[in-house]
Every structure is written in structure tokens, then in C-alpha cells.
């Protein structure tokens, strides 16, 4: 408006044309935008442009992307500023699991008595099957976890729920990771009983270790990568066919939980990241 009441247009004019009144007009040309302003604009643009790449990531993640991008606050700030402006994640309530039957013995003992940490890659992994409903029927996912990087190091995704699935997903992890000490699953799932699964972990000379039955909490770190795949893909809609579902767990893992969410026990880094900084260049796998 300064710019055309510069060039004889009047600012009752240009005011009326815009439907501005001059009075608030005039009172905000008397005091222009201080310096908190302009760092809380720049905060809420860095925050809105984190949201609408991943409308799934809550504030905490939010703030860690703003961060990154080199506008840092408070996450107490960041979730005012996500507050005022309706910036929610896209996230689910968890579904309650329901009982299962009756399951045969441990093949291993428990080695890892909960203890979900390592001081190294390739230490400790942890396995667990998921499954989510489609169009065309169920698609099952068997995922193996890096407790050091909390990297998915292995998976396998199938329309059936056999031996294969789990054998497949170690073997897809041993290919690009090699061996390691232990491996650590849940008792309820029979695919990790079987002589098939048993065998490859004897064919690798790794070791395995079993939780309790009906314990979650002996592989709670697995739990929580599937309760974020949960709300994070299963969930936001619905599945018209396998092989879109397919597509969405491994654009999710490689690209977002891989590459864009940080986790705090890792100093805020992605798994990629923390792996980059934490292994030598030629101790790096692939």
C-alpha cells in the first residue's frame, strides 16, 4: 500500500478496494513486525513444511525436522505453535490383541531377558510377524530389527503365513547384514518353531532366544515398530489389493522410518544417520 500511495493512488482507496479499514491499518504501519514475530513465522513455516510431508509425525518429530532445518525451539513451543494450528498426527488407537491358541514349547531359551540393547551392529535382532487385511485377503509381514541402529535389517512379505516367511526374512537380513549373536522373537508365532527357521539359524551359526508365551513385554522393541506401522500405513486406509499394501510397507520403512524419523535414543537420528556417523566406512553394511 506504501508502494501505491508512492505512485498517487490514495490509501483510502487502495483500502476500500482491498476491504481493509485505514484505522487498524495505520495502527499497524506505527508498529511493524518485531523481531518475535518473524522467529515464531519462520518456526511455524518450518513446522507446517515437516506436517505436509509427513502428516503422520507428532510434534516431538515435528520440532526434530524444524531442527533440522535450522529452526530450533522448544518442543513445548513446537507443540503450541502445532496446537493453535490444528497440526495433528494421523494416528490410531491401538487394537487390542486378542488370545490365541494353545502354542507348543520354546526351541530356545531366553538369553535376552529383555535387555533391548547392544553395543555394536549385528549384536542382537529382534523378529516378529504382522498382518493386515486387504480386498483380496490378509498380507502378512516378517520384520527383523537391529536393537544397536533400530534398522529394519531384513523382511519378508507374503499372502500366507508359512515357515517361508520367517526363513525368508532372515535370509533377506543375513545377505545384507551377515551374522550376528543372537536372535531374539516372540513364542507365539509357530513359523519361528519350525525345523525349517531352526535350521537357518544353525546354517548362519547364530544363536536364538525365545520370550515367554503371551509375554509382550519380552519383545516390547518389536511392538513398538509395528504399532507405528499400525498407525502409520495399516491404518489410514483401506487396502484394495496385496500388492498396494505391499508397496506402502516398503515405501514406509525404506524411505520415512528409514530416512525421515528420528528417535531420541538414537541422539535424535534416523537409523540410517546413526549407522552412517557410528560404523567406519568399512565396516558399513548395506
Not at 69 to 84: H, L, N
Request: net charge positive.
Amino acid at each position: 500500500m506504501s508502494e501505491l500511495a508512492a505512485d498517487g493512488i490514495p490509501v483510502a482507496v487502495t483500502c476500500r478496494v482491498l476491504n481493509i479499514a485505514r484505522q487498524p491499518y495505520y495502527r499497524w504501519l506505527g508498529r511493524p513486525v518485531g523481531d518475535a514475530e518473524l522467529v515464531a513465522a519462520h518456526r511455524a513455516n518450518a513446522l507446517v513444511d515437516a506436517h505436509r510431508d509427513d502428516p503422520e509425525f507428532g510434534y516431538r518429530f515435528l520440532v526434530d525436522e524444524a531442527r533440522a532445518a535450522g529452526q530450533t525451539m522448544a518442543e513445548r513451543t513446537g507443540w503450541k505453535i502445532c496446537s493453535d494450528n490444528g497440526w495433528w498426527s494421523a494416528f490410531g488407537k491401538r487394537k487390542k490383541r486378542g488370545k490365541g491358541g494353545k502354542v507348543g514349547p520354546p526351541v530356545h531359551d531366553d538369553l535376552v531377558q529383555r535387555d533391548f540393547t547392544a553395543d555394536g551392529p549385528n549384536r542382537l535382532w529382534l523378529a516378529d510377524i504382522t498382518e493386515h487385511r486387504t480386498g483380496e485377503g490378509k498380507l502378512y509381514l516378517c520384520a527383523i530389527k537391529d536393537v544397536w541402529s533400530r534398522r529394519i535389517v531384513g523382511y519378508s512379505i507374503d499372502s500366507r503365513m508359512k515357515s517361508r516367511l520367517a526363513v525368508n526374512a532372515l535370509y533377506n537380513a543375513v545377505a545384507r547384514r551377515g551374522r550376528l549373536r543372537a536372535a531374539h522373537r516372540p513364542v507365539e508365532p509357530r513359523q519361528f518353531r519350525s525345523r525349517k527357521f531352526v535350521h537357518a539359524l544353525h546354517q548362519h551359526h547364530m544363536t536364538g532366544s525365545m520370550g515367554r508365551v503371551g509375554a509382550a513385554g519380552d519383545n516390547a522393541a518389536m511392538e513398538s515398530f509395528f504399532g507405528l506401522l499400525q498407525n502409520n500405513v495399516l491404518d489410514r486406509r483401506t487396502w484394495t489389493t496385496r500388492q498396494q499394501l505391499r508397496t506402502a510397507i516398503v515405501t514406509w520403512i525404506e524411505r520415512t522410518y528409514h530416512r525421515r524419523r528420528r528417535q531420541r535414543p538414537l541422539s535424535r537420528l534416523t537409523p540410517i544417520e546413526y549407522e552412517t556417523i557410528m560404523t567406519p566406512p568399512a565396516r558399513q553394511a548395506a
